[in-house]
């Protein structure tokens, strides 16, 4: 079929669905509590006004961003216009919103209430809006929202540390999490990689701690290798984004993360570290120590400056103080913090508690709550006063909430965004592969979430960690909007509703209306992929979302849009992915596009291997192995092929399967036909390279690192990636 063909079937499919929404209601998402639609519409003209309440100037400016129109104070006695009120019998995040002949009123609890109605209000007009090209006059039809959230917290964590923010970025990131309803923005501010909140008091926490890599005490991670990397907020830059966010009804919630991940803090202020001399052979002499002393009263002061000063920046009477993934060796070593758990009778974890508790008094004193990682309350003597960012699995989040405390549910196998939506794609897989049919059927009754833990569950919160982020910046999309969206669609319908519901009317939703919302507010979301089919000789793509199906050709240059169905022999070499604006879909193709060969190879270095990570794993192709120290300027590793290998492709990388950490930070590689002489073909990037179509068999691949350390005291060893010729 061709182009034409299938953009009018899609209309009509369109059409179709159109008269059915009529009746349901508006495609809004997330979806109202209660909606009645009706037969008349409102025009919306250029002589129309918004009229407000005195109280809510903000939220009439911010919808005239949207709609150019003039703002008036609200007189009962004016007609035909769009009224902003605000009704003290709604509960405060409520609204009503009535569009009839006379005008639309939006009611809500409060200002909050308010900003819920305009931001479904902007769903029942034209998707131009969201870019601010609507043209007037535009009708909006007759309809009745009664609606209000399931939950308070309606969040979003977003780490900033592993993949510096720029404030633009930040502010385009709340607007679009403002259209979802997510009212709460946790900012991950510090972590091993990076300080990101200026403080007064002591600059150099971001003057120094703000950079990592070339030139500066905190080693490279991540990515940009050969520079100085990172970027910080000063107090003045975070004010204002933190007043853009509560316009939007988007409370700030910063996070310091304490006392490990202070990786960076401890290369900046090394005096916070335990008091004892770590072996630093294997790293080259890099103390990669990132947990801080619980026993030096100097840290508790140090942090009384640091959270005197945030609370000042940040009105939520909320900072998380984290407390995740404290590794308990740095204090099992330490000297005084040994002597604190003996008169105390704590074991490791108590001691975190212990800190823990001790940052919460402080915070406390500034008027403020902590909030903290799962596994800050394990030895159960956390203060019962702290709200649990449930973040491991459901039955932690289950468990504190079972404890008492008020529980914020963002397992990582239904919220965190930093995952992989299929194995082919980028981003981690530590918690699950998933894509937004996943947190859309989040369900708290399957989940076990009995009536007396769901009373201290206040809300659910998606996260993205952002250690791929940095290495993904220079793709043609943005890897923020294609791991975010639209798996955020699917939170903010869990965190209104309470529930997802069925996919298939999601899914609707999103074709129908959302896709095209999302392309004018600038979000370059994921596309589901398209299905190929081969039969009988000929290879056909199907997209059911009116996106165009692109296709690349194995040995061809460059992209094609396809038209119709391919007749070939050789199906495996086409790859279909589909496009609608910026957003993309990953690549789909019949199964032998993907195949990939594992010869038998045997792994050599001028480096010793792990007793725990033998180089034997890679060799077997099933995991990764570790050498036993830090890489050195001329240390090599060497694949060879038992015999000569013919492929199309073939990669060598070290670091993890899913992140350049723990690489040759520098280097090149070479190969050899005969495994004697080595042709020098490539320079490393992320700890690797890749050989496109070589001309000869390859016998080995050696690559050379020219550069010292890697911030770690050791380099992960992958296995060789091949692909056979096709
Ligand atoms: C776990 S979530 C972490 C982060 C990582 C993330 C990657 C949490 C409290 N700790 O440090 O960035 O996994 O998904």
Redesign the pocket.
Known sequence: MNQVMRLCRCLLFIAALFSVIGMQGGNIVPQPLRMKKGNGAFNILITTKITHYPSLRSQAERLAGFLPLEIREYNASQKGNIVLRENKNLSSEAYTLKVCAEGVFIDGGSAAGVHNGIETLLQLLPSAVYSHTLSLPVAVGECEIEDSPRFSYRGFML?VC?TWMEVDEVKLFIENLAHHKINKLHLHLS?DEGWRIEIKSHPELTQVGGFRGVGSPVAARYGKWQELYGGFFTQEQMRQIVEYAAVRNIEIIPEIDLPG?SHNLARVKPDVLCNYTPGLKASDGYDTRNVMCASKESNYALLDDIFGEMAEVFPSKWIHIGG??VSMTQWNKCPDCKSLMASEGMDGKALQAHFMNRVAQIIKKYGKHPCV?NESIDSGTLTRDAMV?G?ESVAECRKAAAEGYATVVMP?AYF?F??RQTPREPG?D??AIFDARKPLSFDFQQQGFTAQEMKNVVGVAA?F?S?AYISHRDDENNYLHYQTYPRICALSEVAWRGGGGEWQAFYAKLVESHYSRMIAMGIDFRLFPPSVSYADGVLKAVADDCSHIYYNVVGKDGEHLYHAPITTDKPQLYAFYTRMGGARSPEAAVKGRWRWLQPKVKITSSIGESERFPFSNAEGYGRIARTSRVARSGDWLLYTFEKPVTCRRMEIFTGNLQLPRYIFNAGYMEVSADGTTFKRVCDLKNGGGVIENPQRAIKAVRIVCTESGNGADFVTVQAPKVYPKL
């Open positions: 780490d592993r972590d991940h995740d993934e990682w960012y973040w990582g965190y930093d995952m981690h530590w918690a996260s960690f250690e």
